[in-house]
């Protein structure tokens, strides 16, 4: 019996991996870790940002290529580092490569520690810091004492690959890097004149920064803006539809609401102003942080392609925001300024006649390159033309002033709260001081070349901005406390042969435009509009739409916004202090600016930005002086993550000189007498 059982299976055993398998295995799974807290730490927020603001890449003239080595770097470039360093430390023994990943991971999820409670903790700087240095430690002591976190974040590996698809499929930035088609309805042309249009937008322009005491257009200050209402149809009652230009301008160019928070791309609103026109007209378009012009219309604008350094520059300064334990608001547009003409390499636009020059006649190299190229492309054609032109102007950074000098500043200066509001609306009409001379150089060149009467001239605003204090921007808060500052802009429409200017009271909201553009150029659009030209009778009712968010009307109510109440200057301004005797200190940012000042480069030292000793009690005034002349009065602000900071305009040009400029800086006691700091 026993001789008919067959033998016991005898199965092999499998070798034990080797020493060096099971290190490579062990420091696998630990680069896998590492991939997940990096992708949740960096790639995740970086990419959700960038993915909302399609905007940031067509302004930077990103290529779709560009786009996928940007996503690429963003998604592998923060995990090199460690997996660079983790190769390194296999020279060292397995107890000391544990110790140095469990403090990788213990950083890494004190970092995550800060996103999280920012977002869910009324904790900020400090406390944050060091709430999130206890959660990465416990989080650390966890992580090396039990196996369950290690399976949970090597799982959570697949993260930057899944984070990657959505920007890459589901995001509205998906348009910019994977366009899809584009072929947009023309407008049939009826009988009638096909005059040529000229149209400006402006960008982050109230209406009430243009008003002077009376309500009309400050002459004195917009000599130009004064001049095109002149002989032009000024409607009053005009509201942009949006505070967000990715929203706000493809509603002005299609006649429709925001609907839907898509990239304001081509493939994504194929049914617009350039192709209503373009079967007809030729197209000179100059966009900045829109591409509504398909290919087949129109030549993208002149400024070129920036790249892919600047996007890497521009990205890690969002993570630095995303990152850090204060709050900031992260936003991508804290990055489009104009090139100037000299930056973009492009030859001065022919000079009209009365071009006003720079103080110091210097060639105004500072003129931005996209209005140049506008410019110089307001000739007459035997074709009607569309010249259409979106400028930057007086949106932030501000940096202009009214002269055309420009001015550095720093990019970390509040622009809200106490005398940091203020300072930041001085900025802005400055800015538009500047933008005024624009104007009056469009103005000129179309007189110069025969084109403003033939003409339909239209210049706005996509929408304005808030400066009421806590509750600067363009955001919803500003929405609900300061909508006349954010929604109402201006709008002037100067028709074919118009000699003389009118004022219309109507409710004009920019879905209006495109109706009124097709019934003044005898366009008929083959598509359904919200809008109402403003040639038909005006609408019913005073209600208005604005969109935060595409989709979700917010009704606003009211008329013509009255100015906001100016301050009266400080009558230390523009008087010369003389000797007065010394009395505390003060750092100076940009002292060593003042020793070589040579304004024939078109920059000055306007923006005088420093630091206070903490004993400087808030509400402290500082009188600054430059040669001698007082030329700002500011406050002592309460200090923030910055130090007890101060910062003052001097926006008079007259006050600098070529080569050494002396500043002064002066503290104004009670009674009105004047200490002189020692600066450093």
């Known amino acids: ?21 099971r290190v490579w295995r062990s420091e696998l799974g630990r680069l896998l870790e590492v991939t997940a807290l990096v992708g949740l730490v960096v790639t995740q927020p970086l990419l959700d940002v960038l993915g909302r603001s399609p905007d940031f890449f067509l302004f930077h003239r990103a290529s779709p290529a560009d786009v996928l080595l940007l996503v690429a770097l963003i998604a592998i470039a923060p995990t090199v580092p460690v997996a660079l360093f983790g190769a390194v430390s296999l020279c060292a023994g397995r107890v000391t490569r544990a110790v140095v990943h469990t403090l990788v991971v213990g950083l890494l999820l004190a970092a995550l520690a800060v996103q999280v409670g920012r977002h869910t903790t009324p904790l900020r700087g400090v406390p944050l810091l060091l709430a999130a240095a206890v959660a ?3 989080g650390a002591a966890a992580h090396r004492r039990w196996r369950a976190p290690e399976r949970v974040l090597r799982l959570a590996a697949v993260g930057p690959a899944i984070f990657v698809g959505l920007f890459l499929f589901a995001s509205p930035a998906s348009a910019v890097v994977l366009p899809r088609g584009h072929a947009g309805a023309a407008g049939v042309a009826g009988a009638g004149v096909h005059p040529p249009v000229v149209m400006i937008v402006l960008d982050e322009l109230p209406l009430v920064s243009l008003l002077g005491p009376d309500g009309r257009i400050d002459a004195t200050r917009y000599p130009h803006f004064a001049e095109l209402a002149a002989g032009s149809t000024w409607y009053r009652n005009a509201t942009g539809v949006s505070g967000w230009t990715p929203y706000a301008l493809p509603a002005m160019l299609t006649g429709r609401y925001p609907a839907e928070p898509v990239a304001p791309h081509y493939s994504q609103y194929p049914d617009n102003l350039f192709t209503a026109l373009g079967g007809l007209y030729e197209i000179k378009a100059e966009e900045s942080i829109t591409r509504l012009c398909p290919p087949s219309r129109c030549e993208q604008a002149a400024a070129p392609q920036q790249g892919l350094g600047v996007l890497v520059r521009e990205s890690g300064k969002l993570l630095r925001q995303v990152t850090a334990p204060v709050d900031i608001r992260v936003d991508p547009e804290t990055s489009y300024r104009e090139l100037t003409r000299a930056e973009a390499g492009l030859d001065a636009a022919e000079p009209v006649p009365a071009d006003p020059k720079f103080r110091w006649d210097a060639l105004n190299a500072n003129q931005p390159a996209r209005f140049t190229s506008f410019l110089a492309g307001l000739r007459p054609s035997p074709r009607p033309t569309l010249h259409f032109l979106h400028l930057l102007m007086p949106h932030a950074p501000w940096a202009y002033l009214p002269s055309r000098a420009r001015y550095a500043a720093p990019e970390d200066l509040p622009n809200d709260g106490a005398g940091w509001v203020d300072l930041a609306r001085q900025r802005h009409l400055a800015q538009l001081g500047y933008t005024d001379r624009l104007i009056g150089e469009t103005l000129r060149t179309l007189r110069a070349s025969g084109l403003y009467d033939q003409a339909l001239v239209m210049v706005t605003a996509d929408h304005g901005v808030s400066f009421l204090r806590d509750w600067q921007g363009r955001g919803m808060d500003a929405i609900n406390h300061a909508a ?4 109402w802009v201006p709008m002037f429409v100067k028709e074919p042969g118009q000699r003389t200017g009118r004022v219309d009271d109507r409710n004009w909201q920019h879905v209006d435009l495109l109706p009124t553009i097709a019934d003044e150029t005898h366009i008929r659009i083959p598509w359904r509009m919200d809008g109402r030209s403003a040639k038909q009778s005006p609408r019913e009712g005073a209600d208005k739409r604005f969109y935060d ?19 009266a200057p400080d009558p230390l301004v523009g008087t010369r202090p003389g000797n007065r005797p010394a009395g505390g200190t003060a750092t100076v940012a940009n002292l060593a600016a003042f020793r070589a ?12 930005w420093g630091t206070l000793p903490a004993s400087v009690p808030n509400g402290t005034k500082l009188a600054v002086a430059v040669n001698g002349t007082i030329g700002a009065v500011v406050p002592v602000v309460p200090p923030d993550k910055g130090g007890r900071r101060f910062a003052a305009l001097l926006p008079d040009d007259r006050l600098f000189a070529a080569g050494t400029n002396r500043l002064d800086i002066y503290r104004v006691a009670a009674d009105g007498a004047l200490r002189r700091l020692t600066l450093s």
């Open 136 to 138: 990465g430690a416990v």
């Open 1 to 21: 019996m026993a001789d008919t059982l067959a033998p016991p299976e005898v199965r092999p055993v499998a070798p034990a991996p080797s020493g060096g398998r």
């Open 549 to 567: 968010r595409p989709g979700e009307p917010v009704p606003i109510t009211g008329g013509v916004p009255s100015p906001p109440a100016t301050p």
């Open 597 to 608: 000042v040579d304004p024939a480069n078109g920059d000055l030292p306007a923006l005088v």
């Open 484 to 487: 006349d500052q954010v929604a």
